[in-house]
């Protein structure tokens, strides 16, 4: 015989399986949308070894793209990068810049054009790639802040949050 309740109890987790289950889906319907106001660059004195950088802030708009990029490392990126511009249209926005040792470019604010591609869609994830001389990945995966301060060191570079001025 069961007690007062008791035949609740699997009713009870099955009813609130179902509804963790409900969440996941529509969770796993949308995309993350990543966002940033602005971008600061600075290089160090002795920035990739006295010598001047390219670097690019790649936005993604299509999630099979994220998996790409996150795989390949800088000197790929700009060995396949008009490649990834033609195979990808409407899938990246990028900006360059080339940064002299020493220097620090004024902030940026980042425009809508980057944040959201031609068709609308908005953007899921960004990268920032350096073409460094020494061996190494020398890529990252930004994570949505106000404003992002890339700063290039002698080996490699640095992300840091910074909170632009209004």
Request: with cysteine; charged share 20%; hydrophobic share 45%.
């Amino acid at each position: 015989m069961m007690g007062k309740g008791a035949g609740r109890g699997p009713f009870a987790l099955i009813l609130a399986g179902l509804l963790l289950a409900g969440c996941g889906l529509v969770g796993a319907a949308t995309s993350p949308v990543f966002q940033v106001e602005a971008v600061q660059v600075r290089s160090s004195p002795d920035a990739n070894g006295y010598s001047a950088t390219r670097v690019d802030m790649v936005f993604v708009y299509d999630m099979a793209v994220v998996d790409m990029l996150q795989a390949i490392t800088a000197v790929e990126w700009f060995s396949r990068k008009r490649q990834f511009l033609l195979d990808f249209p409407d899938g990246i926005g990028v900006r360059s810049w080339e940064i002299v040792p020493n220097d620090v470019l004024p902030t940026e604010e980042v425009p809508e054009t980057l944040l959201e591609n031609k068709s609308g869609d908005n953007a899921v994830a960004a990268f920032v790639f350096a073409d460094y001389l020494t061996p190494g990945a020398h890529r990252a995966r930004l994570e949505s802040r106000r404003g992002i301060r890339i700063e290039l060191g002698r080996d490699d570079f640095a992300l840091t949050p910074f909170t632009p001025e209004s």
